[in-house]
């Protein structure tokens, strides 16, 4: 009878009644659950109840996947929620996205993110190019199997402040020294800050391919990646 009359009001929910705190509130319930309808629904509410975009953005989208991200680094959530929810965040940023641009509202930073040459594995890339976009980041996800050439061609065209390589297989994570090896050659290391990450990574690797941070997994990379950015604003970057 409980579960019935919890189901009953579940669907009696009617978004345009809540007020702007339950509503936020609720929209963060949805994003959770990988609700995309409902998000598109309430970033509709919230702008036609006057929030800037901006406003929406940060309290209903970017925090709610930062909570998402909590859970899923607490082993709460796992991959394929985390990607619903990644999912119904997108559907709030297409009405978004023109909006801020229209209102010159910059993103915290700009990455650009593949996985390398000779491997062909997205989830983990994919997943962690979804939480830099709901934590606020321009992001050009490059998709697969990366050269050299590809990641330049991608920083030349896009300028971002971080440049993300994924890897998961054994054989293929060598190639991230390869393209910093480049980059220093080239005399454009310093001018990005390179993440990396995928299973068979670790922090010593990342040290010892010369990467300004290792990332265990995509919450972990939506918590460094903003805070990496205002450091090398500040002219404070340091690898670990």
Known sequence: ???EQAMLEEEELVLSELNDDELVE????????????????????????NWSAEKVLNESLVEGMRIVGVDFRDGILFVPEVLLAANAMKGGMEILRPLL????????????????????????KNLVAMMLEGAGFEVTNIGINNSVEDYFQALE???PDILGMSALLTTTMPYMKVVIDEMVKQNIRDDYIVLVGGAPLNEE???????????????????VAPEMVRARRRGAISRA
């Open 26 to 49: 609720q929209m963060h319930e949805d994003l959770y659950d990988g609700l995309k309808e409902e998000i598109v629904e309430g970033t509709s509410i919230l702008l036609k109840r």
């Open 205 to 223: 690797f990342g040290r010892a391919i010369g990467a300004d941070r290792y990332c265990r997994d995509a919450a972990q990379a939506a918590d």
């Open 1 to 3: 009878m409980a579960t």
């Open 101 to 124: 641009s229209e209102s010159g509202i910059k993103p915290i930073g700009k990455m650009v993110i593949g996985t390398v040459k000779g491997d062909i594995h997205d989830i983990g």
């Open 157 to 159: 065209k896009h300028q």
